[in-house]
């Protein structure tokens, strides 16, 4: 089946600084990958929407100068958080369209001190 | 918009008992439909969808659900849980954008298994 993966897979910044994340699609080309974050016990909320080569589509609340997102290639999507706060910790998922099916990779956990 | 409405957010039942997680969606046209499976700390795991046929699907790991047209449901079932079944359960609905789909999650069921 199809395989996305997520790194890292836990990450712990202060506040302040940045952090990358990445989604790949491993064993297919997802021209469409979003990102999600999850709160503990919570669902998930939809961030973003990648398309490979454009800007991506934020929802509203989503403030894009803070969570930046490049989607270079069919494999790869990155989401960086800049200026990492405490309210910023939170488990971060991704995945990547195929079809008409989104494929979740396994998720990171952000921790800002 | 749709929205998908879970009312149950926590269920426990003896391993070896049947199960029936609800879900219920509003949506304008006929929808896509999911039902994944998150263990703590991971990502999402696909046990089935429906898009269109047949409203009894059948998924991964023995579970089913139920397409009601009638009900705006696609309640999740299964006739024995195991011990490894204890998890969350998300049921999602798919907004079709033509390039897209845009996935809008209930909140989710924890179910606890007791031996």
């Known amino acids: 089946g199809a395989v996305v993966s997520q790194h890292p897979s836990w990450v712990i910044c202060k506040s302040g600084t940045s952090v990358k994340i990445e989604c790949r699609s491993l064993d297919f080309q997802a021209t469409t990958m979003f990102w999600y974050r999850q709160f503990p016990k919570q669902s998930l909320m939809l961030m973003a929407t990648s398309n490979e080569g454009s800007k991506a589509t934020y929802e509203q609340g989503v403030e894009k100068d803070k969570f930046l997102i490049n989607h270079a290639s069919l494999t790869l999507s990155t989401l960086t958080v800049t200026s990492a706060h405490p309210e910023d910790s939170s488990f971060y998922i991704c995945?990547?369209?195929?079809?008409?099916?989104?494929?979740f990779g396994p998720g990171t956990r952000l921790t800002v001190t | 918009a749709q929205s998908v409405t879970q009312p149950d957010i926590h269920i426990t039942v003896s391993e070896g008992a049947s199960l029936e997680l609800r879900c219920n969606y509003s949506y304008g046209a006929t929808p896509y439909l999911f039902w994944y499976v998150q263990s703590p700390g991971q990502g999402l795991q696909l046990l089935l969808k429906?898009?269109?046929?047949?409203?009894l699907v059948q998924g991964i790991k023995g579970f089913e659900a139920e397409f009601k047209r009638s009900q705006s449901s696609f309640n999740l079932r299964k006739p024995s849980v195991h011990w490894s079944d204890a998890a969350e359960y998300f049921c999602?609905?798919?907004?079709?954008?033509?390039?897209?789909?845009?996935?809008?999650f209930g909140t989710g069921t924890r179910l606890q298994v007791t031996l």
């Open positions: 995945s990547g369209q195929n079809s008409y099916e989104q494929y």
């Open positions: 429906y898009f269109s046929g047949d409203t």
């Open positions: 999602a609905v798919a907004l079709n954008t033509g390039t897209a789909s845009k996935l809008t």
